[in-house]
């Protein structure tokens, strides 16, 4: 044994020796390659290894590397440049600007383009640019860091999506968001996609750049990438795991017992904070293991993802596992690629119930919880639930599994001409569930217990094969695509809802047992299912990409496509594209000027109906009187595509050699509509059917900025902003005029707030001005037509006859996002923030509960604002209620430190870093969220079903079911192995 040691030192020792006598020292200053200036904080890593450091003020650096060592020198806005040291002992290096990023490779439709040579508004992001933090969906990676991508998620509820839109509404019917395409996949599910595999994110903005997609291109395109391995050799193994708090930043404003009291509210002995008792400081915690390598003909990436998310209501929030595999090959001297994704999500949720936190505004903050028996206090009134109650004896829960997988081969044929063929599929599987106790009075009232239970099963089928021809011809370059798509999707789902049971044990595990199925209670049994027929788009594409002396840029697309979701003779559409680009900057050499390039695109684009079968007959049948069937729509042979046009004004300009930009300036026009609409009996004998009716125009501007290193001292910032204005307007319409969007109960059940009129500007809140309070305590309006007579009558909403205007919009004017990247030696700090301007909320909490009605405040609470006004008793809807929800928030800020792992030899990176999201919001909106509201699912009250259909032409009505919004500290840590 001692002999063993002694050999193993010995052979130690003479190991370090020679490692030791391999390593030499190296310095060095790293500069400006115009200006000559030092730049700090420069990063310099030998190639290979983690073995690195960064300059200091004065640009010098100090390293110890291998003899033969290349050192690999970066810093923001300069170009990379490796330098072999060769046996020198002082390597200086002068770093080039680049601004201009020319020859960055941006992911379009089916390739990809030299940013220099794209035409159209497309925007590339990659993943040091994400939203940080406790980021659970993907979209909000990108929320604020597009100019005229809206991304919203009002509360955070962990299982709710983001509302998202590009340029505005695109139709008023489905397909509202953009599209997605994962690694080429179109239509696949962002939910099956973790934010840790995400490499890059294009989004094509305008109708140029993505008519290619044709239908399903309407609403923007987003372009995802996700990570794969390195063909650098080895194996890597990476962790990234970080732990958040969160807790509800803005309460609901409302009275506390003793103001209840004194208001004449009725006093039930208790002291209870109904929001506190509902809500939690949720923990939540993510963890991700990803392991790559390769060499130099196959790389592979393999991650697994877990995370245990809570929400601030109680028992929201959910469990999720996602794995993802990519591997790719190349064979035949690299002209064989083969590409093969899959990933895997299993997530179980439970979604509480947003209505606990409604309830919990407005109940009385003296009742008790329970009873002294430990009996939940129920009072019987309307719209009035214990909201404890309703989150402890009731149970709302989910699953869903999303398996995906795509190969991709591509084959260069010579050196000009390849094939590439795609084929995926993607299969999403749900599982819903609901039971609401037999003592629950909360949708279970009278009713001795309630269970529902949903399924459905996806399944989506996409095969796309296309050719390549590239060709160089003195000083043109040339690109030819043409290629073929075939898209198939089916549905199938199933629901049932039964009661009165008799006993809570198995809740919605034994519907066998239910007392409506026993008892043949036919009226209390809600059965449904529903099959999709094969829905198929199939479709034909082709694009020319000529570039004219590396400074005159052409592209030409037209896709020919046919749906089955269509009419049977209007099957078929087509959608062309078209731009042009110019390098004003070649011709023109201004001083000063590093990028000056003016762009103008066309392109047409379309959108499908939602739901199957809406171009025929449907029948609906009976049970009533032995079974009866009748015509309840009438088939429609030429129903048609929603078609949207936009044409699209840019200019990409650099100053100085720091400075760089973009504006876009766009007008589109969206027409024929899918609406049902009501038609001749004599013609059809149903008196519907759906019909191409309506146009909308959208006119908008968008600006990024973006600046490189301000230097002071050792600190460098680099600051980006981006804009976004648009406004929409609808010129057609089924309906000249109409008032929509109901307020909801109690009281205001015929109260419309939104009118939507031809010609005029989508998201007017409309009606009575409010002047003061009559001596009987109702609300006094303002006499806007000068008649002599105050008429705020419902009816005459849109009568000259009434006195009604428009209140506010729900579509902000301005939109901004501004961040801010600061290093210092090895610390990392990042400021973002964002804000919304010119957009009204709807306070719909304050329409209802803040006058206080001696005759009401003993059935719900009061919300208490400095805006409510003295003596008003009267709840009815008015300008009162309409605030401008102006904001500024710092809506995530997070500070990294990058530790030196040189003398580490099993650690390449270690990084740990704190991070807040919804610091803090600057507005002087009284409600708990100020961000826009783009689209409405209706009011609901009394334990009711909130709608599933949004209303798009509705923005900017803050409903009672919001959740709440939350403040998130998060610290974690990313390691590389």
């Known amino acids: 044994m001692k002999k063993f040691l002694l050999m193993f030192m010995f052979f130690f020792l003479a190991a370090a020796g020679v490692m030791y006598a391999q390593e030499m020292s190296v310095s060095g200053k790293i500069t400006d390659g115009s200006s000559g200036d030092p730049i700090p904080g420069a990063n310099v890593v030998e190639k290979g290894t983690s073995n690195g450091t960064v300059t200091d003020i004065d640009g010098n650096y100090k390293l110890s590397v291998q003899n033969g060592a290349t050192l690999v020198v970066s810093f923001i806005g300069y170009a990379t440049q490796e330098v072999a040291v060769g046996s020198r002992g002082v390597v200086d290096v002068s770093l080039a600007v680049d601004v201009t990023e020319l020859s960055e490779v941006v992911v379009v439709g089916y390739g990809s383009q030299d940013k220099k040579e794209i035409t159209s508004s497309v925007v590339a992001l990659s993943e040091k640019e994400f939203n940080k933090g406790n980021i659970n969906d993907a979209t909000q990676l990108l929320q604020g860091k597009v100019p005229g991508l809206s991304v919203y998620n009002k509360g955070g509820n962990p299982n709710a999506n983001s ?221 009035n639930f214990n909201p404890v109650a309703i989150i402890d004896q009731n149970t709302n829960t989910g699953k869903r599994k999303n398996l995906n997988f795509n190969t991709q081969m591509s084959f260069a044929i010579t050196d000009e001409l390849s094939v590439t063929a795609n084929y995926g599929q993607q299969y999403t599987n749900v599982l819903n569930g609901e039971y609401y106790s037999r003592a629950s009075l909360f949708r279970g009232f009278n009713r001795g217990g309630l269970a529902r239970r949903y399924t459905s099963d996806n399944k989506f089928t996409l095969f796309e094969t296309y050719a390549t021809y590239s060709k160089g011809f003195d000083r043109i370059n040339l690109d030819v695509s043409a290629g073929y798509s075939f898209q198939e999707d089916e549905f199938e789902d199933i629901f049932i809802e039964l009661g009165n049971f008799p006993s809570d044990e198995l809740g919605q595990y034994a519907l066998e047992t239910a007392g409506d199925r026993i008892s043949g209670l036919a009226s209390n049994v809600n059965i449904s299912s529903s099959a999709s027929p094969e829905n198929r788009i199939i479709a034909f594409f082709g694009r020319v990409n000529l570039t004219f002396d590396n400074a005159i840029f052409f592209n030409a697309s037209v896709r020919r496509e046919g749906s089955t979701k269509l009419g049977a003779d209007n099957q078929w559409g087509v959608f062309p594209a078209l731009g042009v680009g110019v390098d004003l900057q070649n011709y023109l050499q201004l001083g000063g000027v590093d990028v000056l390039k003016l762009r103008v695109g066309y392109g047409v684009t379309g959108s499908l109906p939602g739901p199957s079968g809406l171009a025929q007959d449907l029948y609906n049948y009976s049970f009533q009187g032995g079974g009866q069937v009748s015509l309840v729509r009438d088939a429609n042979p030429d129903l048609k595509w929603e078609e949207k046009s936009e044409i699209n004004l840019g200019i990409d300009f650099g100053l100085g050699g720091k400075l760089t930009g973009a504006l876009d300036i766009y007008t589109r026009d969206i027409n024929d509509f899918i609406l049902e609409r009501a038609v001749p009996t004599d013609l059809y004998p149903s008196g519907t059917r759906f019909e191409n009716a309506g146009k909308l125009q959208t006119r908008g501007a968008e600006l990024s900025l973006n600046y490189n290193s301000i230097a002071i001292g050792e600190v460098r910032w680099t600051p980006g902003v981006v804009l976004s204005t648009y406004s929409t307007t609808l010129e057609e319409f089924i309906i000249d005029e109409q008032t929509r969007a109901n307020l909801g109960a109690p009281g205001q059940n015929s109260t419309n707030l939104i009118r939507v009129a031809v010609g005029e500007e989508i998201g007017q809140i409309w009606g009575p001005v409010f002047e003061g309070v009559e001596s009987n305590g109702a609300p006094r309006f303002a006499d806007l037509n000068g008649d002599g007579t105050v008429n705020s009558d ?121 991070n807040i999201q919804n610091a803090f919001v600057i507005t002087n909106y009284t409600g708990i969220d100020p961000e826009p509201i783009l689209q409405d699912f209706g009011p609901v009250d009394n334990g009711g079903f909130l709608g599933t259909t949004p209303d798009v032409l509705s923005p900017g009505i803050d409903r009672r079911n919001n959740y709440f919004t939350a403040r998130t500290f998060t610290f974690g840590v990313s390691l590389g192995l």
């Open 794 to 914: 419902q009816g005459l909403a849109l009568d000259p006859a009434g006195d009604f205007q428009e209140l506010g919009n729900g579509i902000p004017d301005l939109e901004v996002g501004w961040t801010n990247q600061v290093t210092y030696k090895n610390w990392d700090f990042n400021a973002f923030f964002r804000g919304a301007f010119g957009h009204s909320l709807v306070n719909t909490y304050r329409a209802f509960y803040e006058p206080i009605d001696p005759g009401a405040i003993n059935s719900y609470n009061r919300i208490s604002t400095d805006e409510a006004v003295d003596g008003l008793t009267s709840a009815q809807f008015s300008s009162l209620y309409v605030e401008k929800a102006n904001f500024l928030k710092l809506d995530n800020v997070t500070l990294g430190y990058t530790f030196n792992t040189s003398k580490a030899s099993n650690i390449k990176n270690l990084r740990v870093y704190a």
């Open 163 to 383: 509302t998202i839109r590009l340029r505005g509404i695109s139709t008023v019917g489905a397909n509202t968001e953009p599209l997605v395409v994962v690694d080429g996949v179109i239509g696949a599910s962002l939910d099956n996609v973790d934010p840790n595999d995400i490499e890059s994110v294009n989004v094509l903005k305008d109708g140029s750049a993505a008519a290619i997609y044709g239908s399903r291109g309407s609403s923007g395109v987003i372009l995802v990438t996700t990570k794969r391995g390195s063909r650098t050799g080895g194996v890597s193994v990476n962790y990234n795991g970080y732990v958040a708090a969160a807790s509800v930043l803005n309460q609901q404003p409302v009275m506390e017992p003793g103001e209840y009291i004194a208001a004449g509210g009725n006093d039930l002995g208790a002291n209870t904070d109904w929001q506190k008792e509902v809500t939690r400081t949720a923990v939540s915690n993510v963890h991700n293991i990803a392991v790559s390598g390769g060499n130099e003909t196959t790389t592979f990436r393999l991650s697994s993802n877990f995370r245990n998310i809570e929400g601030v209501l109680k028992k929201s929030g959910f469990d999720q596992i996602n794995t993802r595999a990519s591997l790719n090959h190349r064979a035949f001297d690299n002209r064989l690629t083969v590409d093969f994704n899959m990933s895997m999500t299993n997530r179980e949720s439970d979604f509480s119930f947003n209505e606990a936190l409604r309830y919990a505004v407005l109940y009385n903050p003296t009742a008790p919880i329970r009873f002294d028996n430990g009996e939940y206090f129920q009072a019987i009134l309307f719209d």
